[in-house]
């Protein structure tokens, strides 16, 4: 009985549902929601909506919302504004579409990123598309000259674990689905000691909640500073690199056109093809229980593996994620630096990214996909991983 009463109940909401696609359709206009839980998602998606608007692929009068509030507010101002000059009929605003009584989500227009698109030419061949206001660059720049830093001459870094997480009910869910992504900030003090002692600065870009304990000059932590929405934006922004995991604030570097390492990638194509060809990154390995040995990446893509997104997934096929060294991570580190100063662009390629980027275009689902440069050092380092 309860069951049909359901049915009966879905009723109203289905001709509402179709009463509003209709008028949408009427007045040419389309709903985007987008993700405002996330500072990842609030970097890219925004950025690949305004790609997506230039080469004309969105045609339709776009409304966007939030599901949820986002978690910056300071990033969303920068964006409403924004795509409000790019004639966007932006709401921008609370929307919560998972709780709402009426579940509309059929009106919503997917937003279709594709990691084959060709971001990386518009990455890397445009200006960060938003901008702070003169007050804003005015209290970042006080923070810097306090902090002893200059723009360009110091890098960010962090690591991905289960303390950004305030609400239990979200902890308890990347606790049971993305564990694997996780690693231990001093996996990466060999790198940020080796940059600190070049001359380099270092901001570790953590939570409140986590503390280095570092004793070094050249590192600042800043979650122990005076952390804000403001903040976290304007140090990304005036840093010379980013080094960390493929998570939001390497997203929020790409949006600022910073070149990246990300390192623990995973999956290990990593998602959204948002990358600059300037970015080097290493994978974290899989290593087969039943076949006692590491899977190349030939085995990962044949496998469907690079899709595996959950703990579940590796658990079931008997699979342990395995997080870079220390040492790997300070091989794609010196490698960037090296990049850098030589000013390497995606003009020369050595062997070991023509051999990535075969075996990449091999399968259909993975071709012409956009991604970083893997570390050539990685992969002589693994020399199992392309065979």
């Known amino acids: 009985m309860l069951f049909v009463l359901k049915r009966i109940m879905m009723i109203p909401i289905i001709l509402l549902s179709v009463a509003a696609n209709i008028f949408l359709n009427i007045f040419n ?18 950025d690949i909506l305004k790609y997506l608007k230039s080469k004309n692929k969105i045609k339709k009068n776009i409304f966007i919302f939030y599901n949820v509030p986002p ?11 924004k795509l409000k000059e790019n004639n966007f009929l932006s709401l921008l605003r609370k929307f919560n579409t998972k709780n709402n009584l009426f579940k509309f989500k059929k009106i919503f227009l997917n937003l279709d990123i594709k990691p084959n698109e060709n971001y990386q030419s518009y990455i890397d061949s445009t200006l960060p598309p938003i901008k702070f206001t003169e007050s804003q660059e005015e209290l970042g720049e006080n923070f810097l000259k306090k902090m002893q830093l200059k723009e360009n001459h110091f890098f960010c870094f962090n690591n991905r674990d289960s303390t950004q997480f305030k609400s239990k009910n979200i902890l308890k869910y990347y606790q049971n689905n993305s ?9 990466l003090k060999k790198s940020v000691l080796y940059l600190a002692k070049s001359g380099i600065s270092g901001v570790f870009y953590g939570f409140q909640n986590e503390k ?5 000059e050249k590192i600042i932590d800043y ?15 005036k840093c010379k690199f980013y080094l960390g995991p493929n998570s939001g604030p390497m997203a929020l570097s790409t949006l600022f056109r910073k070149p990246t390492i990300q390192i623990n990638v995973t999956p290990v194509l990593g998602t959204a093809g948002y ?10 390995k899989l290593f087969s229980i039943s076949k006692n040995r590491y899977l190349t990446l030939r085995e990962i893509l044949s496998n469907g593996i690079n899709s595996y997104y959950t703990d579940e997934k590796f658990q079931n096929d008997g699979i342990k994620v395995v997080n870079n060294s220390s040492e790997e991570i300070l091989d794609a580190t010196s490698e960037m630096i090296n990049n850098l100063d030589d000013n390497l662009q995606d003009n020369k390629k050595d062997i070991e990214q023509k051999e990535f980027e075969k075996i990449i275009n091999s399968f259909s689902e993975t071709k012409d996909y956009n991604l970083p440069k893997i570390s050539s050092l990685f992969v002589k380092r ?3 991983f392309l065979n």
């Open 212 to 216: 280095l304990n570092w004793d070094e």
């Open 29 to 46: 206009i389309k709903l985007i929601e987008l993700r405002g839980d996330k500072l990842g998602y609030m970097s890219f998606q925004q």
């Open 223 to 237: 979650p122990l500073l005076y952390k804000s929405d403001l903040l976290d934006i304007f140090l990304i922004s």
């Open 179 to 187: 564990s694997h992504r996780n690693f231990p900030v001093i996996d």
């Open 71 to 81: 978690v910056n507010l300071v990033l969303k101002d920068m964006w409403n504004k």
């Open 275 to 284: 990358f600059s060809k300037r970015d080097i990154f290493i994978p974290k």
């Open 382 to 384: 693994n020399s199992y």
